[in-house]
């Protein structure tokens, strides 16, 4: 009940979550108790764990930040659900989100924007800003989340807390509800690297219902912890520090660089050079890919549907009208017009092929370095609604983090400073693709 009572005081503020579910949480945590009475103990028995709204949880009300999946009760677990109730978690409530993961400050919540603990006039970032600030507040002690452009490492950033995408396809994608699929994955946010190293120890298992789950086996994420930075080679793009960059969040991370190299590491320039084309190559594919997944939300299935209607036609049209948000309904009519014909050559096609320009850069970069690192975003978080009227200049601040979902790697943000007004910088740290171990021993000698 500590956590749950925690929620309960914060929620009137923060807002992090969307449902809280005090007796559902409470028999999983008297069945937790019974099995440590017996002796019975799993890695997180009894441990609550916040769950981003839009993993599927059963007998839980799954809404992905959206109107249009309001009244949605799941019938089954998502693969990252039942792996946490196999190592005996508790589900603690689900937290508050983008509608459909669209977005980077939480503003676009058909639940209400979530406040940054920080500084409540601030947004905790987003997508999965309920998540980041639930770990920040310390009314959940550890969340999953989802990164398709940015949503793990970004509101990491903003809330000062650690977070981590794994490879695109480590963690199953199963009962996830979908947004763009080759770019989703699921990761997790927590206080330190040492419990970002447990969670993924548990999200991460292979599962045929995911095609693009891959049979990789597991690194012992937890006991490589202590492996130290001696040697490590750090590459630091030099499209990562420029004029796009605020000096109040380049001085933290060149500070944190500088403390790596007091440790053993040492730094190495890497380029690049396709980085500048990642967000407008994002923003084309990530709406295509979204388009087709929202196809299914037509009000006949499942979600909200409109009361009043002439034929089925109108069903699909009201239903959605009613049910979509603004941002939602931007990206589904850009990603219908860069697929229809006359235009996918154009827009959809040519954007594939500069995606695997982006992500051969990084296989360039990893020959001279271990990992690469830089700002997770080029601001600390802003205030409350500036930038809502400016959906592109929104866009533009995923400059840092898109181009990893790009190429499929693994990135971390953890808390490495603060920057303007008190607010926290995070410092990425990006892998080689599968170096989740190494990644988090990097930021554990950190911390
Ligand atoms: N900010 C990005 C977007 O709006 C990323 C979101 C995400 O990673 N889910 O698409």
């Known amino acids: 009940t ?51 709204d839009l993993f599927c949880a059963k007998g839980w009300r799954t809404t992905s930040g959206s109107k249009i999946l309001s009244n949605f009760v799941s019938p089954y677990d998502a693969h990252v659900i039942e792996q946490f109730d196999r190592a005996g978690a508790v589900i603690l409530g689900k937290a508050n989100m983008d509608e459909f993961a669209m977005g980077s400050s939480c503003e676009n919540s058909a639940y209400g924007c979530v406040r940054n603990p920080w500084d409540t006039n601030a947004v905790p970032g987003g997508s999965s800003g309920g998540s980041a600030a639930a770990v920040a507040a310390r009314i959940a002690p550890a969340a999953t989340a989802t990164d398709t452009g940015g949503s793990i490492r970004q509101p990491a950033s903003f809330t000062g807390v650690s977070g ?61 912890l202590a492996r130290g ?35 053993g590491a040492t730094v190495v320039d890497v380029s690049l050079p ?3 084309l990642s967000v407008p190559v994002y923003y084309v594919l990530a709406p295509a890919e979204a388009s087709s997944n929202l196809s299914r939300f037509d009000g006949v299935r499942y979600g909200h549907r409109a009361e009043k209607y002439t034929d089925l036609m109108d069903l699909y049209k009201k239903s959605r009208a009613e049910g979509f948000g603004p941002e939602v309904k931007r990206r589904i009519m850009i990603g219908t017009y860069v697929l229809s014909h006359g235009y996918y050559d154009a827009y959809y096609l040519q954007a594939q092929k500069i ?27 802003y205030d409350i609604g ?36 008190g607010r926290p910088v995070g410092l990425q740290i990006v892998g080689n693709y599968f170096d989740e171990a190494r990644m988090l021993a990097v930021a554990h000698a950190f911390q």
């Open 2 to 52: 500590h956590f749950l009572d925690r929620i309960e005081r914060a929620q009137p503020v923060l807002n992090a979550f969307i449902t809280v579910d005090r007796e559902k949480s409470l028999v999983q945590a008297r069945a937790a108790d019974a099995r440590i009475a017996k002796g019975d103990v799993a890695p997180l028995t009894g441990i609550p764990v916040a769950h981003k």
């Open 164 to 224: 981590l995408r794994p490879t695109y396809g480590r963690v199953s994608r199963f009962g996830m509800v979908a947004f763009a699929s080759s770019l989703d994955q699921a990761g997790c946010i927590a206080k330190s690297a040492e419990d970002l190293a447990m969670l993924l120890d548990v999200m991460a298992s292979y599962d045929p219902r995911d095609s693009t789950c891959l049979d990789h086996p597991k690194d012992d994420y937890v006991g490589g």
């Open 274 to 276: 396709n980085q500048g």
């Open 355 to 381: 995606r695997r320009l982006i992500a051969r850069d990084f296989t360039e970069a990893f020959a001279k370095c271990d990992v690469i690192m830089g700002p997770a975003a080029p601001t600390v978080a």
């Open 386 to 421: 500036s930038k809502v009227t400016d959906p592109v200049q929104m866009y533009l601040d995923d400059l840092y983090t898109i181009p990893i979902n790009l190429a499929g790697l693994p990135g971390m943000s953890i808390p490495c400073g603060f920057g303007n007004k």
């Open 229 to 263: 930075v001696k040697g490590l080679r750090i590459g630091l793009p030099k499209e990562y520090f420029t004029k796009d960059v605020a000096r109040d969040v380049t001085d933290p991370i060149l500070a944190a660089v500088e403390e790596y190299k007091k440790l």
